[in-house]
């Protein structure tokens, strides 16, 4: 079992900036993919930003240019930076995790408990 801790969310300004963490620990022998989710009230969850263990990094296209994502493998963290943020960036977001609990088993999935981010004035 994996347990993930995100912080880092908040209120801030429309143009404001954010950094989210979400530290992964528990049985964990390898972690193959690090992202972020999203989901605002009515809508479904959606991709933010997701980085694999080769340093390659992908993001939702609403996002590109702002949020960048990083990751601190010897912590099993993940980041992201999220800069001129936008009202319609108001969501929930979730730390997820794809790994592997040993080097003989499936990789799994993992989530975290969400943290919210409202963009207002």
């Known amino acids: 079992q994996v347990q993930l801790v995100e912080s880092g969310g908040g209120l801030v300004q429309p143009g404001g900036s954010l950094r989210l963490s979400c530290a992964a620990s528990?049985?964990?022998?390898?972690?193959?993919?690090m992202g972020w989710y999203r989901q605002a009230p009515g809508k479904e969850r959606e991709l933010v930003a997701v980085?694999?263990?080769?340093?390659?990094?992908n993001y939702a296209d609403s996002v590109k240019g702002r949020f960048t994502i990083s990751r601190d493998n010897a912590k099993n963290t993940v980041y992201l930076q999220m800069n001129s943020l936008k009202p319609e960036d108001t969501a929930v977001y979730y730390c997820?995790?794809?790994?592997?609990?040993?080097?003989?088993?499936?990789?799994?999935?993992?989530w975290g408990q969400g943290t919210q981010v409202t963009v207002s004035s």
């Open positions: 528990g049985s964990i022998w390898a972690i193959i993919t």
């Open positions: 997820t995790v794809y790994y592997k609990r040993t080097a003989y088993t499936p990789p799994l999935d993992g």
């Open positions: 980085s694999t263990s080769g340093s390659s990094t």
